[in-house]
């Protein structure tokens, strides 16, 4: 009995939660509810949804939960009906002890949107408790003289039930000395007091057993009893007497075991035995007893534990001063509990958001309270965070606070927060407590790949094994996760004739390139694409960069001549007057190559000649000129061949012939043989048939040539303009022709070869550009090599 009433006191203390209808709203209460104590698990209490007025499945999809004060949860809710049920039975007497009406608080908490509501539970008590006496035999000594109508306290009886289930009636056994009549006391309590109706006579009767019944007020009424045996004695005809009826005292909580609470003091007029007073607790509770000790000599009364303000806050009992012949007196100790700020704040956190997404402002993180069991300024409190956080506490409905974001939250800035919310009261001293909260962010694709280069530039050698990696491109996404995964891609060319998708290909995880095939650099000099980056987020978000591939050369082209012509035809004789002077121009070598760089650079040299030592090969412009005068000596009929070299590693070459016929003059139209100038008798006939025979063949063979160039190369019908001089025109294939500029002879370089006929003489002229475009420098160049190009040209 004296357990739950001591409970009932520390529920006292248990703080009210108000619950939220919005972040800044009012809350809102259900019920009251009631159910009797000791129902069954199961037992429907009520239909929330219905007193909240939501729709048939908003309570499931809102979140819907019952938030109870204590480790236990004596309420379930079913969100999918919204019945509010009994999760475990209820005892009144436990849960409140002596307090009426039993009520036990919950709130209704609804997470998405957040919105609290306060309800209450009244739990009806039932008489389930009879009513029982602390003390099973009473002994109470009464003089005999004492006078009719005299009242003897005796002790109670406790009932765990309240109300009308309480004790509400004493009765005693039929005697002819006594009647018991009820009395209330300051806590609602009754208790029995003796009544003397018929005087005493010890020598008659020295001792009375009656039987003290307390009945409640229950349907049956419950009962119990206890023996009362009165013991008839001596005159003393003074009871003790106290000071004053009632010790009013304050103590600190927390003061240590021994304090001195109090003394009290009651006087006796008797003398002897009958004016000794014995000091005693009358009746005490459980907690009583446990906290305060009596000194029965001399009054003093201590502590035997510490007494918590947040427990108990006052101590109410009767002392009781009891002289040696049985008489006793009473009076009142109130004793008050002091606060001490010996409690620090208490953080709840009723809601906690996940993560938090970014780029979205003002979102809610937390739902939290914030209580302090202490009173006054030792129970007030406030809550606050650090400033340089992006957080804001919004202060909400008692004790409660939001805690939202001031703006949006960047991931990549910083990926989580570890808040501390520190809840300080204003005691003294001040005592704090702090929590601390992590908010992870949540990443949202708002970063685009980036690549590490805008562009890139790689360089591959011609002729290279098909699937070469060429190079690499690399991207990186500040996004997590899928929106960090990056995938590469060729995209579509500016140009539709590009056939990029057979020249090159990427690896679409890791960026790296391949050429699928073996470029040619005289074909392919240089390719240009954009590659993408795309993220895997959705929306996706890509990036471009630019690309390109430099094809660098390999010696793999042998120089080509373009003159003389070696195509199989007759050969091109080049006529040389034996007058000429040394240095004189007999012809000049026209090669390219198709590669380019020093691979281009095209040196010549004769390799064979007829008569070594007649003619001379220059070695950076391939003009053949005579190295020395001429003798009627030398042969008529010179074969020379010329080597064409490059400057790669290894070298290609290339050769061309020459056929040199020397004259007296252009005007000559044979040559005649040393033996008919021996005989020119014998020589008459012969050299009829020669001139005859040599004309014919001349004629054929200019005839032949003319047609064949005019055909094969002339584009622009100057041969009548030019008195049936035949120009070879037109372009060289393009793969044979540096375009950089650094090859033997220029795409827009073409040279004339010219057989020129006149009345008695034939007249050779070399090589005249056609569209002379060279500059100056590479004249002056080769004037300065070759003293002799002025005159050469002029012939």
Not at 36 to 49: D, K, P, S
Not at 760 to 769: M, V
Request: one cysteine or more; glycine letters at 6%; a negative charge.
């Amino acid at each position: 009995m004296e357990i739950g009433w001591m409970r009932n006191q520390r529920q006292r203390q248990v703080l009210v939660f108000f619950v939220l209808l919005s972040l800044s709203g009012v809350g809102a209460e259900l019920g009251p509810y009631s159910v009797v104590e000791e129902t069954e698990r199961g037992f429907f209490v009520a239909n929330l949804q219905k007193d909240l007025g939501l729709g048939l499945t908003e309570m499931s999809t809102r979140g819907a939960r019952i938030i109870s004060q204590g480790h236990k949860q004596y309420l379930q809710l079913k969100v999918q009906t919204g019945d509010l049920l009994i999760n475990e039975k209820l005892d009144r007497e436990e849960l409140c002890g002596s307090t009426e009406p039993c009520v036990l608080h919950f709130q209704v908490l609804m997470e998405n949107p957040l919105e609290i509501f306060q309800a209450e539970l009244r739990v009806k008590d039932i008489n389930d408790h009879s009513p029982v006496f602390t003390e099973r035999e009473m002994i109470v000594k009464i003089p005999e003289n004492s006078p009719l109508g005299i009242a003897f306290p005796l002790s109670n009886a406790l009932d765990l039930d309240v109300g009308s289930n309480n004790v509400q009636n004493y009765t005693i056994s039929p005697n002819p000395h006594f009647q018991v009549l009820t009395h209330n006391l300051s806590d609602g309590r009754k208790y029995p007091e003796l009544v003397l109706d018929k005087e005493l006579d010890r020598e008659e009767e020295p001792e009375i057993a009656l039987t003290l019944t307390a009945l409640d007020g229950g349907s049956p009424p419950r009962y119990g009893s206890a023996q009362v045996r009165i013991e008839v004695v001596d005159i003393n005809d003074n009871a003790p007497k106290f000071g004053q009826p009632l010790y009013e005292v304050h103590i600190a909580e927390n003061s240590p075991i021994g304090s001195l609470v109090v003394t009290v003091s009651a006087s006796d007029l008797d003398s002897g035995v009958n004016g000794k007073i014995l000091y005693s607790f009358f009746q005490p509770s459980e907690d009583i007893s446990k906290t305060l000790e009596v000194n029965p000599m001399t009054g003093e009364i201590r502590l035997k534990k510490q007494v918590d303000f947040e427990t108990l806050r006052s101590y109410e009992v009767d002392i009781k001063a009891t002289d040696g012949g049985g008489l006793s007196g009473k009076c009142t100790l109130l004793l008050q509990v002091v606060d001490v700020n010996d409690n620090s704040p208490k953080v709840t956190v009723s809601a906690l958001t996940g993560p938090i997404p970014e780029n979205l402002p003002e979102i809610v993180v937390a739902v939290f309270s914030v209580s302090d069991p202490d009173s006054g300024d030792n129970g007030k409190t406030i809550s606050f965070i650090p400033d340089d956080l992006p957080f804001l506490l919004k202060p909400s409905v008692k004790n409660f606070y939001t805690l939202v974001t001031k703006r949006a939250l960047d991931r990549e800035e910083r990926p989580h927060y570890n808040i501390t919310i520190t809840a300080t009261d204003l005691g003294t001293p001040r005592l704090k407590t702090q929590h601390n909260i992590t908010v992870l962010v949540s990443d949202v694709n708002d970063n685009a790949p980036a690549f590490t280069q805008t562009s890139y530039t790689l360089f591959v050698r011609e002729n290279n094994s098909p699937a070469l990696h060429i190079g690499s491109v690399s991207a990186t996404d500040r996004d997590a996760g899928a929106n960090a995964q990056v995938t590469y891609s060729l995209l579509p060319p500016q140009d539709p004739h590009l056939p990029l998708a057979s020249l090159v290909s990427i690896n679409a995880d890791n960026g790296q390139l391949f050429a699928l095939r073996a470029l040619d650099y005289e074909a392919l000099q240089a390719l240009e694409f954009r590659v993408g980056a795309t993220d895997r987020g959705s929306p996706a978000l890509s990036s471009q960069a630019l690309v390109r591939v430099l094809v660098l050369d390999a010696n793999d082209n042998s120089p080509f001549v373009l003159y003389p012509l070696q195509n199989g035809s007759a050969p091109c004789t080049e006529l040389v007057p034996r007058a000429a002077e040394p240095g004189y121009l007999v012809s000049k070598v026209v090669a390219v190559d198709g590669d380019s760089g020093q691979n281009a650079w095209l040196s010549y040299q004769l390799l064979k000649a007829t008569e070594p030592g007649l003619f001379g090969v220059w070695a950076h412009n391939g003009e053949v000129r005579t190295a020395r005068l001429l003798s009627e000596r030398d042969a008529a009929k010179h074969r020379l061949v010329v080597l064409v070299k490059d400057n790669g590693e290894p070298p290609l070459s290339a050769s061309v012939t020459l056929h040199v016929l020397l004259v007296d003059g252009f005007s000559q139209p044979y040559l005649p043989l040393p033996e008919a100038a021996a005989d020119p008798a014998q020589a008459d006939p012969l050299t009829v048939y020669l001139v005859i025979a040599l004309a014919s063949v001349s004629s054929l063979f200019l005839f032949s040539v003319l047609a064949f160039v005019a055909a094969r190369l002339c584009r622009r019908g100057r041969a009548a303009s030019l008195g049936g001089c035949s120009v070879p025109e037109g372009h060289f294939p393009g793969h044979l022709v540096d375009v950089s500029g650094t090859g033997t002879l220029s795409q827009s370089y073409q040279y004339e070869v010219c057989l020129m006929g006149g009345s008695g003489t034939s007249e050779f002229k070399f090589l005249k550009p056609v569209i002379p475009n060279l500059t100056s420098q590479i004249s002056g160049r080769e004037k300065e090599e070759n003293p002799y190009f002025r005159n050469s040209s002029e012939i």
